[in-house]
């Protein structure tokens, strides 16, 4: 709590983040369920001490090892995908980074599990995150493109990295009727973001936003 006090009232009040909520709902961000949950997390918490004061601004920003955290706007609008005409269930995050989407994500979803395959990143993350006090959710050190066996099926999972393919792994630990977002790399150099719904019949895509992410790898570290 003391870091919280230390970045000064601009960065911690509840007004900053109500004018980033502002910008999201200006760009088309509707679920209040979302916004809510962008509203509640302090992103400021999540970046370095330096760059506290662009926390609230509609950017990626470095968060070591060759890492970001996302822009607010894609965080919004990939849960948000997710969330379209459904009730929150059991969600994976793929790639906790720092931690701050896993926080949205607990803020909306009852069951909440995120990996990381990097553990000096994970444990910054519960740094991160201890003082939130988040008990629904659960953070993994662990392969992404394995995904978590044991704790699926998932009705929604969310990748925050481009893999060169739909991970198998991930496609079998989703739900039926369940959904899940990646980006993906596109053949060009570009990625894209993908939507695959499970339903009966097999799966469906939807290709959608031209997007930026760090790549996925695989392993652990």
């Not at 509840?14 to 088309?28: E, N, P």
């Not at 993350?125 to 003082?131: S, V, W």
């Not at 695959?196 to 790549?215: M, Q, T, W």
Request: hydrophobic share 45%.
């Amino acid at each position: 709590m003391a870091r919280l006090l230390n970045l000064g009232v601009g960065m911690t009040s509840a007004r900053t983040r109500g004018r980033m909520v502002a910008r999201l709902r200006a760009k088309g961000i509707r679920d209040e369920r979302v916004l809510a949950a962008l509203a509640a997390v302090p992103r400021h918490v999540f970046v370095e001490e330096a760059l506290a004061s662009r926390a609230y601004e509609d950017d990626a920003l470095p968060i070591g090892f060759g890492q970001t955290i996302s822009h607010p706007y894609v965080v919004a609008r990939m849960i948000e995908l997710l969330l379209e005409g459904r009730e929150p269930g059991k969600v994976l995050e793929i790639g906790t980074g720092c931690g701050y989407q896993a926080a949205v994500l607990a803020h909306i979803f009852p069951e909440a599990y995120s990996i990381e395959r990097l553990k000096a990143l994970l444990e910054r993350a519960r740094r991160n995150l201890l003082a939130l006090r988040l008990a629904h959710l659960r953070l993994v050190h662990g392969d992404g493109y394995a995904g978590l066996e044991q704790a699926a099926p998932f009705h929604s999972i969310i990748v925050a990295a481009a893999a060169p393919r739909v991970p198998q792994a991930l496609l079998r630990q989703l739900a039926p009727g369940g959904r899940m977002i990646l980006p993906l790399s596109t053949p060009v150099g570009g990625q894209r973001l993908v939507l695959i719904e499970r339903s009966g019949r097999g799966f469906k895509e939807s290709e959608l936003d031209p997007v930026r992410f760090v790549p996925m790898e695989a392993g652990k570290a």
